[in-house]
């Protein structure tokens, strides 16, 4: 089980550009999370998959931010354009669907916007 | 609505000392219990879990914690601290019923004095 696995670990770009971050959750797993990390705010969900479906987005802190899983076993979260206070860790983590399962997290994404 | 109250951010012991990190929960159905752990540069990892039956789980690492539902406690304990227990520990809490998103606290960074 090569667990979540997560690219690129660290990206590091100007405010304006596009950023795509990707995330290959564990096989067998149905669901999928985006979580964002900073000292400021702590581990915040941004969206989440059940199925490749997006069940719940709320998270999302605004447009420039979106969201993908065409297939099981892969996922995107894309940041058009960037900017400076979207530094963060992003993680993606996976499970399956059920309340008891924990979630498995890759090492993350450290974005930052300069 | 559920969340997770982490009390003290920062908690220092020393080593060999017992450790005990503070989590208390809100949930309007029974829960599922978690907390994971995280090494710097890392993503979380399962500690352990609690789902039904017996309330005081065992993890990794010599760590356990007990589900007192009368209080709505998840704490976790280890009775000898190793300098290798420093990290930043989140608990996070889940609906029995529904989706299995977790909703997380704010952390606890804990630092072991040698």
């Known amino acids: 089980d090569a667990g979540v696995i997560q690219s690129p670990r660290h990206e590091v770009t100007e405010m304006g550009q596009e950023v795509t971050l990707r995330c290959k959750p564990i096989s067998g797993h149905n669901s999928l999370f985006w979580y964002r990390q900073t000292m400021m705010r702590g581990l915040e969900l941004l969206i989440y998959f059940n199925n490749n479906v997006p069940i719940d987005d709320s998270g999302m802190p605004e447009d420039r931010f979106s969201a993908k899983m065409p297939n099981a076993s892969f996922s995107t979260l894309k940041i058009q354009p960037s900017e400076p206070r979207d530094s963060a860790v992003y993680f993606c983590a996976s499970s399956l669907s059920r309340g008891n399962s924990p979630l498995h997290f890759g090492n993350g994404t450290r974005l930052t916007v300069t | 609505a559920q969340s997770v109250t982490q009390l003290g951010s920062h908690v220092s012991v020393s080593e060999g000392a017992l450790v005990l990190l503070r989590c208390n929960y809100s949930s309007s159905v029974p829960p599922y219990l978690f907390w994971y752990v995280q090494y710097p540069n890392q993503g979380l990892q399962l500690l352990l879990k609690?789902?039904?039956?017996?309330?005081l789980v065992k993890g990794i690492n010599g760590f356990e914690a007990e589900f007192k539902k009368s209080e709505t406690s998840f704490h976790l304990t280890k009775p000898s601290a190793h300098m290798s227990d420093a990290a930043e520990y989140f608990c996070?809490?889940?609906?029995?019923?529904?989706?299995?998103?977790?909703?997380f606290g704010t952390g606890t960074r804990l630092t072991v004095i040698p």
């Open positions: 996070a809490v889940s609906e029995q019923t529904g989706a299995n998103n977790l909703f």
């Open positions: 609690y789902t039904t039956g017996a309330t």
